[in-house]
């Protein structure tokens, strides 16, 4: 009796074996999918006869994946990811995974794996203003040369045009949200040297502070190049190069 009680003892701690403690993985250095139906191998070295199982679908590029979701589909299934980097998004890209060559090479895409980059946590509209919680740090191989480095840079801009959830935020995303519309009248000043001029004109398109903007005096119909200070407002001469260098200045040091 004694004996069929171990027996059943031991084979319940066997078959329990995998919730407790799982086969120890790593994530990727290059979390890639070629399939559109990324699985735990896609995402973890040594996944073993894991690998094949599924965790999500991807049918654009990229995929922004939970990675608390994803800690927990690996201990599902027998695998245990610590997640040490306290990751909260794990963003997997399309193509096929690059070989893996040994020595230096290897080293050099491990550095890379461990890049933090800014990726946007749900789906933008053109226009749409960038909030906090719209961005998230995930792991990627490498970040893009115009990828800010500081969610600061990205905050309070507005969207250029639809950006899709999980992918990389780039400088060239966005912009100074829009004070003039095409069609406005603006008032185009002009201060230099103790003189002081303004006119009125027509907003050619739409542009947001720091941006040039064509404006159209309304009275002899010429088209001018001018920097928007303001809603209804925008500026020429040094006080508008000056504004223009203020903004590039700001762009750059975001990188």
């Known amino acids: 009796m004694k004996t069929k009680t171990f027996l059943l003892a031991a084979a319940l701690?066997?078959?329990?074996?995998?919730?407790?403690?799982?086969?120890?993985?790593?994530?990727?250095?290059?979390?890639?999918?070629?399939?559109?139906?990324?699985?735990?191998?896609?995402?973890?070295?040594?996944?073993?006869?894991?690998?094949a199982t599924p965790v999500a679908g991807r049918s654009g590029a990229s995929v922004s994946l939970d990675a608390a979701l994803v800690q927990a589909?690996?201990?599902?299934?027998?695998?245990?990811?610590?997640?040490?980097?306290?990751?909260?998004?794990?963003?997997?890209?399309?193509?096929?995974?690059?070989?893996?060559?040994?020595?230096?090479?290897?080293?050099?895409?491990?550095?890379?794996?461990?890049?933090?980059?800014?990726t946007y946590a749900r789906s933008l509209t053109a226009g749409e203003i960038v909030q906090p919680s719209d961005l998230v740090w995930a792991k990627m191989a490498a970040a893009p040369a115009d990828s800010p480095s500081d969610a600061?840079?990205?905050?309070?801009?507005?969207?250029?045009?639809p950006l899709r959830a999980g992918a990389v935020v780039q400088a060239r995303d966005v912009g100074a949200a829009q004070v003039i519309k095409a069609g406005d009248i603006v008032t185009v000043s002009y201060d230099a040297d103790g003189v002081s001029l303004s006119m009125q004109g027509k907003a050619m398109g739409a542009a947001g502070v720091g941006e040039t903007l064509a404006v159209q005096n309304t009275a002899s119909k010429k088209i001018v190049q001018t920097v928007v200070t303001?809603?209804?407002q925008a500026a020429v001469g040094p006080a508008a190069d000056q504004l223009k260098a203020a903004t590039r200045s700001a762009r750059y040091a975001a990188r």
């Open 73 to 118: 589909a690996a201990r599902r299934a027998g695998l245990d990811w610590a997640n040490a980097e306290g990751l909260k998004k794990i963003v997997v890209h399309g193509g096929p995974v690059a070989p893996q060559a040994g020595g230096a090479q290897a080293a050099a895409s491990a550095a890379r794996g461990n890049v933090e980059v800014l």
């Open 230 to 232: 303001g809603p209804g």
């Open 152 to 161: 600061e840079a990205v905050i309070g801009q507005a969207a250029k045009r």
């Open 13 to 51: 701690v066997s078959l329990a074996g995998p919730a407790i403690a799982g086969r120890p993985v790593t994530l990727k250095a290059d979390t890639a999918n070629a399939t559109g139906v990324v699985t735990l191998g896609d995402l973890f070295d040594d996944a073993g006869a894991a690998a």
